[in-house]
C-alpha cells in the first residue's frame, strides 16, 4: 500500500511559478513510476508528467513541455512537479500518482494523492 499527499499549490498570477510535492509512505519511490495529472473545471483529467523512481526518465505532455519539471528524490520518498510560467489555462487540480509502469494513461496507476488546487489569474 502506498499513501500519498500532495502539497503546495495555491493561487498565482499568470507568468509566476509554483512547485507542488507529493510525499509517499509506504513503499519507496525507487520501485515505481510517479505522475501527475490534472483535471480542470468541466474538463477531463488529463496527463502532465511522469518520471522514473530516480527521476532519469522523463516525459511531458506538450501542453506543458518546456515549462514544468517533474523530478523524484527517492532517498526522501518525495516528487516534485516544478511550474513555470504559469498560464491560466493551467488552473486545475493536481493530482499526483504511482505505477509499475512508466505510463500516460491515469488508469495504469494504482495509487493517487487527494490532489491539490493550482489556480492562475489572468
Known amino acids: 500500500q502506498v499513501q500519498l499527499v500532495e502539497s503546495g499549490g495555491g493561487l498565482v498570477q499568470a507568468g509566476g511559478s509554483l512547485r507542488l510535492s507529493c510525499a509517499a509512505s509506504g513503499r519507496t519511490f525507487s520501485n515505481y513510476a510517479m505522475g501527475w495529472f490534472r483535471q480542470g473545471p468541466g474538463k477531463e483529467r488529463e496527463f502532465v508528467a511522469v518520471?522514473?523512481?530516480?527521476?532519469?526518465?522523463?516525459r511531458y505532455a506538450g501542453s506543458v513541455k518546456g515549462r514544468f519539471t517533474i523530478s523524484s528524490d527517492s532517498a526522501k520518498n518525495i516528487g516534485y512537479l516544478q511550474m513555470n510560467d504559469l498560464k491560466p489555462e493551467d488552473t486545475a487540480v493536481y493530482y499526483c500518482?504511482?505505477?509499475?509502469?512508466?505510463?500516460?494513461?491515469?488508469?495504469?496507476?494504482?495509487?493517487w494523492g487527494q490532489g491539490t488546487q493550482v489556480t492562475v489569474s489572468s
Open positions: 518520471c522514473n523512481g530516480s527521476g532519469s526518465f522523463t
Open positions: 500518482a504511482v505505477s509499475r509502469l512508466i505510463a500516460t494513461a491515469g488508469n495504469d496507476y494504482n495509487y
